[in-house]
């Protein structure tokens, strides 16, 4: 979230086959040009290495509940289906 071409992030872990589990990042953009590759770069700039993302999926929106919470549980469900 601290990049300045995010608007919104949400993050979850997903099966790897190396390491057991690692970490997908789902965002949304406020800056159309902003790449997989310079968010990776920028979280491993900041965070320790198995925190930093593997995986980027750019959106338009998150799933949120009647609240407005992100539904982790619903990228999960969305990711198991579609790996």
Do not use: Q, W
């Not at 979850?12 to 770069?41: C, M, Q, W, Y």
């Not at 509940?65 to 549980?73: A, P, Q």
């Amino acid at each position: 979230m601290e990049h300045p071409d995010v608007k919104e992030a949400a993050a979850i872990g997903v099966p790897d086959e190396h390491s057991g589990e690692v970490v997908k990042l789902f965002v949304i953009r406020k800056n159309p040009s902003l790449t997989e590759e310079a968010l990776i770069k920028h979280c491993r700039s900041k965070l320790t290495g198995y925190k930093a993302p593997k995986y980027v999926e750019f959106r338009e929106d998150l799933p949120r509940s009647n609240v407005g919470k992100i539904l982790r549980r619903k990228l999960k469900e969305e990711t198991a289906a579609h790996p």
